[in-house]
């Protein structure tokens, strides 16, 4: 079963512009993590955020958490051709174990 | 370090054959993963270990078994492929498990079953 789920499903922008994806998840959760997948590769992971965290950076992501509604966003700043990719959120269930959202696929267009 | 690779990359099998896909890390990581992806349903995941010799299952572990002989290899078994296990494959492995560290995950097995 699903536990995180990815809003939108499709995003375009234009290079330079800021880039927002959400997941929301159903159960309560340890951790949520963020990761990238290029077309034809395998996941890297980009963020790991606490429950206990409300928001967390690197670089030129952002990543916040809400408990309360059981959200969390990925903002990615002055977008990049090379950030053209698929971004899933991942979320913890009781046995410890991640459940991967559908994933954004997200298009930057130069 | 070459990190997670896997083998083969791709593979074309008929209905009711069998093949092992090998999962390989060189990070001394004790949990390892095997995920499936198919379209517009994210990874799911099959099987997992939490450390060598012992393994246990995923969310979709019908029609496939696992092995975790050596610390740093994890095999994928088909016995008998169905057309439904058309997916492309990917296996992870971590240092702690899943919800508290991040996984490393291989470039992915494209697997096309006729």
């Known amino acids: 079963s699903q536990q995180g789920e990815e809003d939108p499903q499709a995003l375009s922008i234009q290079e330079g512009e800021n880039a927002t994806m959400n997941c929301s998840y159903k159960?309560?959760?340890?951790?949520l993590q963020w990761y990238r997948q290029n077309s034809g590769r395998g996941l890297v992971h980009l963020i790991l955020?606490?429950?206990?965290?409300r928001e967390k950076h690197s670089g030129r992501l952002r990543v916040t958490l809400d408990t309360s509604k059981k959200s969390s966003s990925l903002l990615i700043t002055a977008s990049r051709a090379a950030d053209t990719a698929s971004y899933f959120c991942a979320t913890d269930n009781q046995g410890g174990k991640l459940i991967f959202g559908q994933g954004t696929e997200l298009s930057v267009k130069p | 370090n070459a990190g997670v690779t896997q083998t083969p990359k791709f593979r074309v099998l008929k209905t009711g054959q069998s093949m092992t896909l090998l999962c390989a890390q060189d990070?001394?990581?004790?949990?390892m993963y095997w995920y499936r992806q198919d379209p517009g349903m994210g990874l799911r995941l099959i099987h997992y270990?939490?450390?060598?010799?012992?393994?246990a299952k995923g969310e979709v572990p019908d029609g496939y078994n696992v092995s975790r002989l050596k610390k740093q290899n994890f095999l994928l078994g088909l016995e008998s492929a169905a057309p439904s296990q058309t997916s492309v494959y990917f296996c992870?492995?971590?240092?702690?498990?899943?919800?508290?560290?991040?996984?490393?995950f291989g470039p992915g097995t494209r697997l096309t079953v006729t």
């Open positions: 159960t309560s959760i340890n951790n």
């Open positions: 270990s939490v450390g060598e010799g012992t393994t």
């Open positions: 992870a492995s971590s240092y702690n498990r899943g919800s508290l560290a991040e996984q490393y």
């Open positions: 990070m001394n990581h004790e949990y």
């Open positions: 955020i606490r429950s206990n965290e």
